[in-house]
């Protein structure tokens, strides 16, 4: 089946700094990606929708500035948390939508801890 | 080999029916989790389990731990029941992803 990658899959960072995400589809072209975050014991949460070439679309309360979703190509999407504090240390997870099958297929996750 | 395998991968359904989605997984887990996804939409987490079984509505999702089997039903079926339903089963700091059952309910 078809496959998406994440990296890193873990990161750990202090307090105030950015970390970058990457989310790849390796194997088909990808004009639409979502990005999840998954705290504890919670369920996943739609944090945005990236389309290719077009600026990402964010679910309410989810704040644009800090989370930079950058899809600059078919087969990449970046998530950057900008300025991160203890808050956002989470699980984030991608997922790529293989258009042509209409079938989505997920990234590893990315464990987030931040100092 | 898929960690997680569901079936049916595909599944149209009248209205009123009575509709079973099967999950197996190859790993020991923490817990599984039902997802929804509606065409074009982001997802929807439907249950959380560990054990036993959970019902909100008129679905319910069941789990066996010892079989590494789960079930989500649904009854009574309506169109806007109509989705992609997805399961994930979480080991350690790991998700693994079903690709999902895609359901179709007709008026």
């Known amino acids: 089946g078809a496959v998406v990658s994440q990296h890193p899959s873990w990161v750990i960072c202090k307090s105030g700094t950015s970390v970058k995400i990457e989310c790849r589809s390796l194997?088909?072209?990808?004009?639409?990606m979502f990005w999840y975050r998954q705290f504890p014991k919670q369920s996943l949460m739609l944090m945005a929708t990236?389309?290719?070439?077009?600026?990402?679309?964010?679910e309410q309360g989810v704040e644009k500035d800090k989370f930079l979703i950058n899809h600059a190509s078919l087969t990449l999407s970046t998530l950057t948390v900008t300025s991160a504090h203890p808050e956002d240390s989470s699980f984030y997870i991608c997922?790529?939508?293989?258009?042509?099958?209409?079938?989505?297929?997920f990234g590893p996750g990315t464990r987030l801890t931040v100092l | 080999k898929n960690e997680v395998e569901q079936s049916p991968q595909n599944l149209t359904a009248q209205e009123g029916e009575f509709i079973t989605i099967n999950c197996s997984y190859s790993v020991g887990i923490s817990a599984l989790h039902w997802l929804q996804q509606h065409p074009g939409g982001g997802i929807v987490s439907l249950f959380m389990?560990?054990?036993g079984k959970k019902k909100h509505g008129r679905l319910i999702a069941t789990i066996n731990i010892q079989e590494k089997h789960s079930s989500l039903h649904i009854t009574a079926s309506h169109p806007r029941d109509s989705a992609v339903y997805i399961c994930?089963?979480?080991?350690?700091?790991?998700?693994?992803f079903g690709t999902g059952t895609s359901l179709t309910v007709i008026p």
């Open positions: 194997d088909f072209q990808a004009t639409t």
């Open positions: 997922s790529a939508l293989r258009s042509s099958y209409n079938e989505q297929f």
């Open positions: 389990l560990s054990s």
């Open positions: 990236s389309n290719e070439g077009s600026k990402a679309t964010y």
């Open positions: 994930a089963v979480v080991t350690g700091n790991q998700f693994y």
